[in-house]
């Protein structure tokens, strides 16, 4: 099941986005939980080994493990751009994002600028 809800009003557990590590090649080094900022991988202190433990955390489009992990060990289910392209058809979720952009905005007023403020920083 989803751990993060929804994605831009989509439930997250109908899109089917997370990395899948194949451990013939994996070398344990750790890097991938390292990465991770968002908590998908444990460490299985059995096997000494990572695993892919939230999957539903796994942020949509996002590879940069893969592109980490220096034995090419994590893959995804999809190319990201076709995935993420795929989605957006799809569940038309524009309206819903720039609703999203707009509370973004009303939350944390640092997070936009007015440019004559930065011409005179
Ligand atoms: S980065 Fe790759 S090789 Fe290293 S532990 Fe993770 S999956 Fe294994
Ligand atoms: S693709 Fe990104 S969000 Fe997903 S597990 Fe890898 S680093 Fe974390």
Redesign the pocket.
Known sequence: MDDRGSWHGIERSLLEWYPT??ST?????????L?CGNDV?RWNMDRN??LVQNPGKCVIGCTT?GK???????SFPDDPKKFVRGVILKYKIFPKVKQDLEERIRKFPDHSVHLKVIENE
């Open positions: 590590i194949d090649k994996c070398n344990d080094c750790g890097m991938c939980i990465t991988f080994e990572p493990c980490l992990c220096p034995e090419d060990a994590i």
